[in-house]
């Protein structure tokens, strides 16, 4: 084997391996959501929609969370934007389908 493509080699294995390292040594960040994110795995889990005001996305943009277990249901993730300081009240015609979420004091 030449010298050349063994280079070659070992510069494409290592290319290809960086991003595993990366992510391996970057969990403890991976265990961190925002509460936005939280609100759209909610929204996912339990089928309904979510409305907010400006300040309210604000809020959630800016709030980390943890990263809720895979198995976390619905009911537990809005618990969890409740634990937050946010509040989630049912609005609309059709009980359970529309939730308003307000941060805390606005």
């Known amino acids: 084997m030449?010298?050349?493509?063994?280079?070659?080699?070992?510069?494409?294995?290592?290319?290809l391996s960086a991003p595993i390292a990366f992510r391996s040594s970057?969990?403890?960040?991976d265990a961190k959501i925002t509460g936005r994110e939280l609100?759209?795995?909610a929204q996912s889990s339990r089928g309904?929609?979510?409305?907010?005001d400006h300040a309210t996305a604000r809020?959630?943009?800016?709030?980390?969370?943890?990263?809720?277990p895979k198995s976390a249901d619905g009911e537990a993730l809005e618990a969890a934007l409740r634990?937050?300081?946010?509040?989630?009240?049912?609005?609309?015609?059709?009980?359970?389908?529309?939730f308003r979420v307000r941060a805390t004091g606005s």
């Open 2 to 15: 030449s010298l050349r493509l063994s280079v070659t080699l070992i510069l494409l294995a290592g290319a």
């Open 26 to 29: 970057a969990g403890s960040e």
């Open 39 to 41: 609100l759209t795995l």
């Open 48 to 52: 309904v929609s979510y409305t907010f």
């Open 59 to 68: 809020a959630l943009e800016a709030t980390e969370l943890e990263r809720p």
């Open 83 to 98: 634990a937050a300081g946010f509040q989630v009240e049912p609005v609309g015609q059709e009980p359970g389908k529309l």
